[in-house]
């Protein structure tokens, strides 16, 4: 059983769940419903598919991740970005085919959810924090504006021609001048019912209300005679699996894409689900949650739904009500079930300016200018850093911009890497080692000289490292005997690359009369030495325990070489 609570670790606490729960779970999962109602119809919009397969995206993924997932709070659906990601990505593909488009939405699905178990095949949850917050923060606000821009064409009764954001408010004139008022009152209409339930009712679902009103007010008034524009024939009831039935030479464009959206969609989704399992005073795996979160995205393929992530909205509506478990997650999936199979006939009145509304309304959640700004007086990199992930959202395209972020997070990342941060180190008044400052709480040795370089080396930063050592030796030599190295933070793991480097500067030292020796890792570095065939001892490289036991043995020496009689 422990074995399965492993695999599934929602399972542990539904077989553990205890009866006073229930109330306030319940509680939450009919509020996490009413809210992912008219969010999942408004996504299926973005997305170009049918309003039921923003339903089906719901259900499924809800309760798989309920079983797979590690937070007790996140709830996983239709999100923004992901949605806008695909719409990019399958609509030049599917060059205006209804049915192709739906079904390569659910092929990138399905590659997304296979990218995400793969990374967690190879416990690559530390993709969590591979892309970093900056970029994350224009990347998020890059796709907000992207869908804001698009969806004024549905508040406004229009339809863009052009692809890209710039084209297209360079043609708002024109398209102004093609607004049709119906649909602006509708949208205005849907607007003022959802500010107005939120100052009346800040509990209350206002997207379902307002959404469902224009519905009503479509239906009773019969305003489609006005060329307000709805989404439709709603095709609800069990969804069928349908085999892909398009060249397959397309799934070769796809899979780029797919691998872009499974690690911005869990980056997305860790956020969240760290900044709640923080509040709530728990842990989430991260390792586990890449393969629920690509559990999610085969269970939403299957039922014939799109991409999935972590949807910080409805998980704050779960928290703010008191959810406790994943039991919320797998009632509010059965009631949405329960409307697309039986009650999708009303949907069709929604009006595409009220879903407009909605969209837009949780675009500019993601918006946050702000932040951004002032990262301007907190971290000028950080913030050109994310100046540069939004425009290229906004100029290239959303695909092309979240490519860009994630060659950003690596370049970041290697950079980091190849260009740490060193230190030179002393002791204090204590004995104990620091780094050498202005403030002066720690002093140099005299003789000694011990080196700290912040990063694991390898063979790509091996030459800097060589050439930061000197560089800071040439500045302290003044009698320097001995070279330390503290080997712990640098020295972890086996490259021939930085063995081979290692013995050039035991040669450069040895010629000026200076002993070069590690301290920490003693055991690792004699097994590798002996790989590299690198001597060690008096005949090579020194190699000591820890910094503490190198500086006792040479301080030692010191005083023994100085109690030696002179002849």
Not at 325 to 351: G, K, M, Y
Not at 381 to 398: D, E, K, R
């Amino acid at each position: 059983m422990s074995r399965l609570y492993d695999v599934m670790p929602g399972l542990n606490i539904l077989f553990n769940y205890e009866r006073k729960w229930l109330a306030d779970d319940a509680k939450a999962a009919l509020s996490v419903a009413a809210v992912a109602l008219p969010v999942a119809i408004a996504y299926a919009q973005l997305t170009g598919v049918n309003a039921a397969v923003g339903l089906y995206s719901c259900i499924l993924p809800m309760m798989v991740y309920a079983l797979f997932g590690t937070s007790k709070q996140l709830i996983v659906g239709p999100d923004a970005a992901t949605c806008a990601v695909i719409a990019a990505v399958v609509t030049p593909l599917a060059a205006g085919d209804s049915i192709k488009h739906w079904q390569l939405v659910i092929t990138m699905t399905a590659m997304t959810g296979f990218w995400c178990i793969i990374a967690s095949r190879f416990k690559l949850g530390v993709l969590a924090d591979f892309l970093s917050k900056p970029i994350l923060m224009g990347l998020l606000n890059g796709v907000a504006i992207t869908i804001i821009v698009g969806q004024f064409s549905k508040v406004l009764g229009f339809t863009f021609d052009e692809k890209y954001l710039i084209e297209r408010l360079g043609g708002v004139p024109t398209y102004l001048s093609q607004a049709h008022v119906p649909t602006i009152l509708m949208a205005l209409l849907t607007v003022s019912i959802y500010f107005g339930m939120k100052r009346l009712k800040p509990t209350w679902p206002a997207s379902m209300f307002a959404i469902a009103f224009g519905a009503a007010l479509v239906w009773l008034l019969n305003l489609e005679q006005l060329d307000i524009k709805t989404i439709g024939i709603v095709d609800g009831g069990l969804p069928l699996f349908q085999a892909p039935d398009f060249n397959v030479g397309i799934i070769r464009e796809l899979v780029m894409p797919a691998l872009n959206l499974a690690i911005v969609s869990f980056v997305s989704m860790m956020l969240t689900a760290r900044s709640f399992a923080s509040k709530n005073g728990y842990d989430i795996d991260a390792d586990k949650e890449f393969m629920a979160l690509g559990m999610a995205n085969f269970a939403s393929a299957l039922s014939q739904g799109f991409a999935v992530s972590g949807a910080d909205s409805r998980t704050a509506v779960n928290d703010a009500n008191g959810g406790k478990t994943q039991l919320v997650s797998i009632i509010a999936a059965i009631i949405i079930a329960i409307i697309a199979i039986c009650l999708t006939a009303p949907l069709e009145f929604i009006p595409s300016a009220a879903l407009g509304v909605v969209l837009i309304i949780a675009s500019v959640h993601l918006l946050d200018l702000k932040a951004v700004w002032k990262l301007r007086q907190k971290d000028k990199q950080a913030f050109y850093l994310t100046l540069i992930t939004l425009f290229a959202v906004l100029f290239i395209g959303v695909i092309p911009g979240i490519t860009l972020a994630v060659l950003l997070g690596l370049f970041q990342f290697i950079r980091t890497v190849m260009r740490p941060t060193d230190h030179i180190l002393g002791v204090d008044i204590n004995g104990v080692v620091r780094s050498l400052d202005t403030s002066d709480k720690a002093k140099s040795i005299d003789g000694i000289f011990i080196y700290r370089f912040n990063s694991p080396l390898t063979y790509f930063n091996s030459s800097y490292f060589k050439r930061r050592l000197l560089e800071q030796y040439a500045r302290h030599k003044d009698d320097i005997q001995c070279v330390i190295i503290d080997a712990v933070p640098c020295f972890t793991h086996l490259d021939l690359s930085v063995m081979a480097m290692l013995d050039d500067l035991n040669t450069i030292f040895r010629k000026r009369g200076v002993r070069l020796e590690l301290a920490g890792r003693k055991r690792q570095l004699l097994a590798w030495f002996e790989k590299a065939d690198i001597k060690s001892g008096s005949d090579g490289i020194y190699v000591h325990s820890d910094l503490y036991l190198a500086l006792r043995i040479n301080q030692s020496k010191q005083v023994t070489d100085e109690e030696k009689p002179t002849i």
